[in-house]
């Protein structure tokens, strides 16, 4: 039987929750440590209950600063800043980083200088990393050396495969796409004033263009 990859997840929102819930129960995935700001009680609060994907099958149980899921049993640690938790402590060999902060290679490079052996990043970088990735198009691509790696957005990951299909079966010459996002914990419910006047409205009431 092969090893199993342990994996810590830096920042539990959304992102971070779904992963949780896509694997805890993946023979081949082990969880070791989640980082975030919010308390352990919070958290598990988040991960039992969903607004949108309701209940976890499973209980989700807190037993200190651990994160108890069936055969899961994950330490939650505060959140701070890249380079500061001991990964190799832990023994992750993958982060992924899922809080939407941190977008340049320098930063995200700082887990593997505290003992990951490789990074995701769930948003589009900054600057040059080592390998974008989007399943269904080119997962196959992962090296042994590429180290900090991104799968992009949601919205590249959607429209990359739509294209790729279009583009096989047809053949493309040029393409213009439009798409509308669900809203996100950044916006506001209520008209606000921002630096952004698109931002600035009510999130639930407008549909909002956004790059």
Known sequence: MSKKINIALY?????????????????????VAISDFGSAETLQYLLSRDSIHGAMEETVEL???YLKVKDQHVRVISGGEPGTIPWDALQADVVIDATGRFLTREKLALHLESGAKRVFLTRNPKNDIDRYVIPGVNESSISANDKIISTTSSTTQVL????????????L???????????????????????????????????????
């Open 160 to 171: 990359a495969l739509m294209v790729k299909m279009l583009d096989e079966a047809f053949g």
């Open 11 to 31: 920042g539990f929102g959304r992102i971070g929750r779904n992963l949780f819930r896509l694997g805890y129960d993946n023979p081949n995935y082990n969880f």
């Open 173 to 211: 010459k040029r393409a213009m796409m439009t798409t509308v996002h669900a809203y996100t914990a950044d916006q506001p419910l209520a008209d606000v004033a921002g630096a952004d006047l698109r931002r600035s409205r009510s999130a639930v009431e407008n549909i909002i263009p956004n790059t």
């Open 63 to 65: 037993d200190g600063n």
